[in-house]
């Protein structure tokens, strides 16, 4: 069965005109997705003939919501679904001031191993397609009845280890005649794939870019990400100022600190260093703590006298606010215990 969410622009026109139909359908059926119907029957102005014909290829919705969680902290509302398969995944919604703003997962579990994520502990199960990342935009929107105005692929898995999955969801979100979600309004998070990093810096598209460093070395970055082993920090900062060359856009660099593993004076010094002079900014996260892990988060003032040493050495920096802590928010927490207590 066709998924019709995992279809960009041009591949519907070659869709229906290879059904017979006249390519003037094709705009119509792709609006109604983007405006999130779940059904052909929802398409008020395709006539009932083809709407038979589309239900016996395929289907529009490719996810319910299985559970939600609403921090009453921040209204930070945290969702698992069920996809077609049975197998589950956590997004998140986060309000803030200048618009929804969703997390995407883009695998189901992922393979990268670092030590201090959840997402990570079952493993790889598969790759998301373009069309359930997309899935997990359009159930959120109709869920809350407002536009989500940015786009995070921050959620569980390795953006970059589906990377054409992931290329083709931006080039579905993107599209003027659909939900037209800007580039600008769209971040992806990797840990560090450098070819990958490349091949994105030559499509020039003006997305944010965040790099999961969390170390300022390659030694301590090996013990806690196993990538380190594959791609030296030399490799994946030229990587990144290939990025910055290419595209002329800023780099986030995501930094969580762990208690006595990478917080210390001496590494903001060394993280300072080696980010000098970069279109660049740190954005520092204390960690969130995992059941399953021994890592714990430093307190507050060994944060700010890591932000501190950055600043003045001329790096941006930036403390992420917690968001949603009171719902196991972090990083592929939930859909762990949502599995566990399944089973
Ligand atoms: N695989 C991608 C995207 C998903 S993880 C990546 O590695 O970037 C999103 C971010 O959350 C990454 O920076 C990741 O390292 C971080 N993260 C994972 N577990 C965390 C935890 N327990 N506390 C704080 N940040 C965590």
Redesign the pocket.
């Known amino acids: 069965m066709i998924d019709f969410r995992d279809f960009t622009y041009k591949e519907l026109e070659n869709y229906i005109i290879k059904i017979n139909e006249p390519k003037f359908r094709a705009k119509q059926i792709f609006q109604w997705i983007h405006k999130g119907v779940n059904s052909f029957d929802d398409i008020i102005n395709i006539n009932k003939g083809l709407k038979e014909k589309l239900k016996n290829e395929g289907y529009i919705c490719n996810m319910v919501i299985e559970e939600k969680y609403t921090s009453n902290i921040d209204g930070t509302t945290k969702y698992i679904m069920r996809l077609k398969d049975e197998n589950f995944i956590e997004c998140v919604l986060m309000k803030y001031t200048f618009g929804n703003t969703i997390c995407i997962s883009t695998q189901v579990g992922?393979s990268?191993g670092?030590s201090?994520?959840?997402?990570t502990i079952g493993g790889k199960i598969r790759n998301l397609t373009a069309g359930e990342m997309f899935g997990q935009v359009l159930t959120l929107q109709n869920d809350i009845k407002e536009k989500i105005s940015n786009v995070v692929l921050?959620?569980t898995?390795?953006?970059f280890d589906n990377y054409e999955n992931v290329i083709k969801f931006l080039n579905i979100i993107n599209d003027p005649n659909g939900i037209n979600i800007g580039m600008r309004h769209i971040t992806i998070?990797?840990?560090g794939l450098v070819p990958q990093i490349k091949m994105l810096a030559d499509l020039n598209l003006q997305i944010t870019l965040?790099i999961?460093l969390?170390a300022p070395n390659d030694e301590i970055r090996k013990k806690i990400m196993p990538i380190a082993n594959r791609y030296s920090m030399e490799e994946l900062l030229d990587a990144c100022k290939y990025y910055i060359k290419r595209t002329n856009r800023r780099i986030t660099f995501?930094y969580?600190l762990i208690n006595e593993i990478n917080d210390s004076e001496e590494n903001a010094l060394e993280l300072s260093k080696k980010l000098k002079g970069m279109l660049c900014h740190v954005n520092l996260?204390p960690?969130?703590k995992?059941d399953e892990r021994e890592f714990i988060k430093p307190d507050m003032d060994k944060v700010n006298i890591f932000k501190n040493i950055l600043l003045k050495n001329g790096i941006e920096t930036t403390v992420r606010r917690e968001m949603g802590s009171d719902i196991n928010a972090?990083?592929g927490q939930l859909r762990r215990r949502f599995i566990q207590k399944n089973k």
């Open positions: 992922c990268m670092c201090f994520c959840a997402s921050m959620g898995g390795e953006p998070s990797t840990c965040a999961s969390h995501e969580a996260i960690l969130n995992v972090a990083c």
